[in-house]
C-alpha cells in the first residue's frame, strides 16, 4: 500500500512543479550550460516580484543552490530591465533548472566539462551543409541529406571578366567551395575573411583540432577534420584564379539570386565576374597561410602546399599591377550584360587586404619586400574584423608567429600586442555598462546587419589577449558572449540552429525554407538583431525596433534572421577555443 501511495503522489508533485514553475524565456542564460569552475551568470527580464532564486536538479527534487537576485539594471539598448543571477560558486556537475518564484523556471542547463563542445562541433558542420557540387549523403547528413547542388563545371566568363585569353562566354570549372549565406553563390571577398578565421582557428589550437571529428565523409584520413572542410573551399578558390595573369574574379554567381528552393533545382547559367583588387589580396592571404599550415602534410597533400605559396605570390604581383580595382556592381551593370544582381561585397578601400596580405605572405616567406605594407599596416587602428575590414587577420597572424621575425619588426608586432590587450581590457571595463554583462553591446552599433558575428569577433580578440597574456580574466570575459550568443541575450534565443530549448527555426536560409523539414539545417548562426532592418520595407514587419530587440525569427528577415559562411567562422573560432582552453585555465 505504502508503494502504491508513493507511486500515485509522484504525478501530483509533478504537477504542482509544472503550474508553479513552468518554463519561462523571461529567463535568459546560456542554453547548453556551464563549466564547473567558470563563471555562471543568468538574467530576469521584467519586473519581478521576487528576491531569491534557486537551482534545483531537473526533475526539481533537490534543491543545490539558493541566493539573492542582484539590483534592477536598465539597458541602454531598450526599455528591457534586468536583475542577474549568479550561481558561480555551485560546481556539481548535473542538469539543472534555475527557478525564480513568481516568475517560473528557466530550459534545463548542464553543469560539468565539455558544455559548449555541442555549439562547437555544430557550428563547424555547419560548413559541411553548405557544400556545394556533391550530395549530402544519409550517414554524414542525417535527415537533411539531398542531392548535389551546382556543379559549376561550366561556368562562363562574364563579359566584365573577359580578358585577350579568356573572352566573354568562355567554359571554365569552378566546382566545390560552400554556399555564401541564404543564397546559393560563392563570393571570393566573404571566403576570405572566413577561411582566415578558421585557418587562424586551427594555427592557435592545432593538437585540439588534430583530434576533434564533426562526422563528414572525410573523417578517418590523416587530416583534422577542420582542415578537411577547409580544404573543400580552398580547392574552389584556386579555381577562381585566372591562371594567365594570377588574378582574381570577385565571384561565382547566377545573374540573380535563386528562389527558395532547394540548391541546383533552378539551371540558370553560372558566371564568373570582374577581377577585383580586394577579392585578389583576399585570396593571396587565405592562400599563403594555408601554405604554411598545409606544409606538414606533405604526403596526404603532395605539392598542395607549394601551390597555394605560387598562387598567392601570383595574387600578389597582379594586384600591385593593379592596386585600385574596385569591384562596383552598379558600374558594371552598367556596361555589360546580362546584369548581375547577387551580393556585391564591393569594397573600395584596400589598405587592409593589403596589409593582410603582406603579413600571411611575411609569415610564410620571410621575404622583406612584404615589411612595407606591414610597417604601414601596424601604424592604423585595429577593430574586429569584418569582410570590409581584415586588418585584424594580419595583426593576429603577426603575432603567433612573431619569434620567427626579424628584431626591428618584432617590436612593432609587439608593440601592436600591446593595442589588442588594450582594446580587451576596454572591452571587460564596459561590460558592467551593459544590463545583462557581456561584452556584446559595448555600444547601440554592435547591433548590425550580422551582429552576432560582432559578439564572436569580440571574443576572439580576447582569446587573442589571453594567448599573448595568459591571464584567465580574458577567457571568462570571452565566454560571455558566447553566452550571448547561446541564449543570454534580449530576445532570449540561442542564435544557432538546432541547439538549445528556444533556438532559431526559420532562417533565411533556402535549404532550411525549401527542404520541407521542420527543423532548419543545423549548426548555422543567425545574423540576429539588426535595428537598420533593410527588409522591413519589402517583406517583414519586426515586433520590437530597440537595437538589442530588433530580430524576427521569420525566413523573410534576411537583415536578422539570414546566415553566412563569415558569421559561422568566429562562433567556431570561439566556441572551440574555449573548449580547447577550459582544462588550461581550470574550468
Known amino acids: 500500500m505504502k508503494f502504491r501511495i508513493s507511486f500515485l503522489f509522484i504525478p501530483l508533485i509533478l504537477m504542482i512543479w509544472t503550474t508553479l514553475y513552468a518554463q519561462t524565456d523571461l529567463i535568459k542564460l546560456n542554453q547548453l550550460g556551464f563549466y564547473n569552475k567558470a563563471p555562471k551568470f543568468a538574467f530576469i527580464t521584467g519586473t519581478l516580484p521576487a528576491s531569491q532564486f534557486y537551482i534545483v536538479s531537473k526533475l526539481g527534487k533537490d534543491t543545490v543552490f539558493r541566493s539573492t537576485l ?6 541602454a539598448y531598450s526599455e528591457t530591465q534586468t536583475r542577474m543571477v549568479d550561481f558561480s560558486t555551485l560546481q556539481q556537475s548535473g542538469i539543472f533548472v534555475l527557478v525564480v518564484p513568481g516568475i517560473g523556471s528557466s530550459y534545463p542547463f548542464t553543469i560539468g566539462k565539455n558544455v559548449n563542445q555541442h555549439a562547437a562541433i555544430a557550428t563547424l558542420k555547419g560548413f559541411y551543409y553548405q557544400r556545394v557540387s556533391m550530395p549530402l549523403d544519409l550517414q554524414y547528413a542525417g535527415k537533411w541529406n539531398r542531392p548535389a547542388g551546382h556543379p559549376d563545371t561550366r561556368v562562363l566568363i562574364h563579359p566584365s571578366a573577359a580578358s585577350a585569353q579568356r573572352p566573354a562566354g568562355t567554359v571554365i ?11 546559393y553563390n560563392k563570393y571570393i571577398v566573404n571566403s576570405g575573411i572566413t577561411m582566415g578565421t578558421l585557418l587562424s582557428a586551427y594555427e592557435d589550437f592545432p593538437h585540439y583540432f588534430d583530434t576533434l571529428k ?3 565523409p572525410e573523417s578517418g584520413n590523416r587530416l583534422p577534420d577542420q582542415l578537411d572542410e577547409v580544404l573543400y573551399n580552398l580547392r574552389w578558390m584556386l579555381t577562381m584564379q585566372d591562371p594567365n595573369d594570377g588574378g582574381v574574379y570577385n565571384k561565382c554567381t547566377n545573374a540573380a539570386f535563386d528562389g527558395m528552393v532547394m540548391p541546383g533545382v533552378t539551371k540558370a547559367p553560372r558566371f564568373v565576374v570582374q577581377k577585383g ?8 592571404a587565405v592562400a599563403a597561410q594555408a601554405a604554411r599550415i598545409l606544409k606538414k602534410y606533405p604526403t596526404e597533400l603532395p605539392g598542395l602546399s607549394d601551390s597555394c605559396l605560387k598562387a598567392s605570390t601570383m595574387a600578389w604581383e597582379w594586384a600591385l599591377k593593379n592596386p585600385n580595382m574596385e569591384y562596383n556592381q552598379t558600374l558594371i551593370n552598367s556596361k555589360y550584360k546580362p546584369q548581375i544582381s547577387t551580393g556585391g561585397y564591393g569594397d573600395k578601400a584596400f589598405s587592409d587586404e593589403w596589409f593582410w596580405a603582406a603579413s600571411e605572405l611575411y609569415c610564410s616567406t620571410g621575404d622583406k619586400r612584404y615589411e612595407t605594407n606591414i610597417k604601414d599596416g601596424l601604424q592604423k587602428r585595429i577593430t574586429v574584423p569584418s569582410w570590409a575590414n581584415v586588418s585584424a587577420l594580419g595583426w593576429y597572424s ?3 608567429n612573431k619569434t620567427a621575425l626579424p628584431p626591428l619588426l618584432k ?10 590587450i588594450r582594446i580587451a581590457d576596454k572591452f571587460i571595463e564596459n561590460e558592467r555598462l551593459n544590463a545583462f554583462k557581456t561584452v556584446m553591446g559595448q555600444s547601440a552599433r554592435d547591433f548590425n546587419w550580422g551582429g552576432n558575428s560582432v559578439a564572436a569577433n569580440q571574443g576572439i580578440l580576447l582569446i587573442n589577449a589571453y594567448l599573448l597574456t595568459h591571464n584567465k580574466k580574458y577567457v571568462d570575459h570571452a565566454l560571455t558572449n558566447l553566452d550571448y550568443i547561446l541564449g543570454r541575450n534580449a530576445t532570449g534565443y540561442c542564435f544557432v540552429t538546432g541547439i538549445g530549448s528556444k533556438s532559431v527555426k526559420h532562417p533565411h536560409h533556402r535549404q532550411s ?14 545574423g540576429g538583431p539588426n535595428p537598420g532592418m533593410q527588409d522591413v520595407k519589402t517583406v517583414c514587419t519586426y515586433p520590437e525596433k530597440a537595437p538589442e530587440l530588433a530580430y524576427i525569427d521569420r525566413d523573410c528577415s534576411y537583415a536578422s534572421n539570414e546566415i553566412a559562411i563569415n558569421w559561422n567562422a568566429p562562433i567556431v573560432y570561439l566556441s572551440n577555443a574555449i573548449e580547447a ?6 574550468y
Not at 542582484?70 to 539597458?75: C, L, Q
Not at 525554407?513 to 543567425?526: F, H, N, R, W
Open 214 to 216: 564533426t562526422n563528414i
Open 581 to 586: 582552453l577550459q582544462s588550461e585555465i581550470g
Open 398 to 400: 603577426l603575432l603567433r
Open 173 to 183: 570549372a569552378s566546382p566545390g567551395g560552400w554556399y555564401d549565406a541564404g543564397d
Open 411 to 420: 617590436e612593432q608586432i609587439d608593440s601592436a600586442g600591446l593595442e589588442i
Open 70 to 75: 542582484g539590483p534592477v539594471s536598465k539597458s
Open 277 to 284: 583588387t580586394a577579392a585578389t589580396l583576399g585570396f593571396a
Open 513 to 526: 525554407v525549401a527542404d520541407k523539414i521542420a527543423d532548419p539545417v543545423p549548426g548555422l548562426m543567425s
